[in-house]
């Protein structure tokens, strides 16, 4: 399960990210919240889970997150994560913190977030919409992310220089006075 921009499995094809789906909501999130405490590859074991937190949140409320490869994502309500964290009490804030910062920067979410655009509650209900300077933040955020998914351009090759036939007659006129001494 690889990540791309902080972006969890947005370029996963759709079995993959089914298949994913099927296997993290199968297993139960205590041992990984061990492994995310564990000193060696702290982050990466959170981000794990977070992902699986994640994975819960689309089964439980599926109105409100989509799919963690979909092209489209709406805009969460301002404020979601304490609606989270009211209901899933078990869950530690940190990673209810760590799974909607993975899922709000994305392109996708960048995308949806224009001026006017409906904010969704848990429910899946409006709850708000986008204001100009959320919408101005999202587009600064979704340049950068084009910018840095745009393949570096390599420098053109040089063209190979062109010999006249001027150069060609000086250099055979050479080579016969160096055959002739």
């Known amino acids: 399960m690889s990540a791309k921009n902080g ?3 947005d370029h996963c094809d759709g079995d993959e990210a089914r298949e994913i789906e099927d296997n993290i909501g199968n297993r139960s999130l205590s041992p990984s919240l061990e492994a995310a405490q564990a ?19 689309r089964r439980r409320w599926p109105q409100t997150f989509a799919r963690l490869n979909a092209r489209a994502r709406r805009p969460l309500k301002v404020g979601i994560a304490g609606d989270l964290l009211a209901a899933l009490p078990d869950i530690p804030p940190a990673l209810i913190s760590i799974a909607l ?22 429910d899946g209900k409006s709850a708000g919409v986008v204001s100009p300077d959320e919408a101005a ?45």
């Open 7 to 9: 972006a969890g499995l």
């Open 39 to 57: 000193p060696a590859s702290k982050r990466k074991a959170r981000h794990e889970v977070a992902i699986g937190v994640l994975l819960m949140l």
């Open 101 to 122: 910062a993975i899922y709000a920067n994305s392109a996708s979410y960048f995308a949806a977030c224009i001026e006017g655009a409906p904010r969704i509650d848990l």
């Open 137 to 181: 933040h999202a587009r600064a955020q979704l340049d950068k992310c084009q910018r840095r998914e745009k393949p570096k351009a390599s420098p053109a090759p040089e063209a190979p220089r062109r010999v006249t036939f001027t150069e060609l007659r000086a250099a055979a006129a050479r080579r016969r006075q160096g055959a002739a001494s």
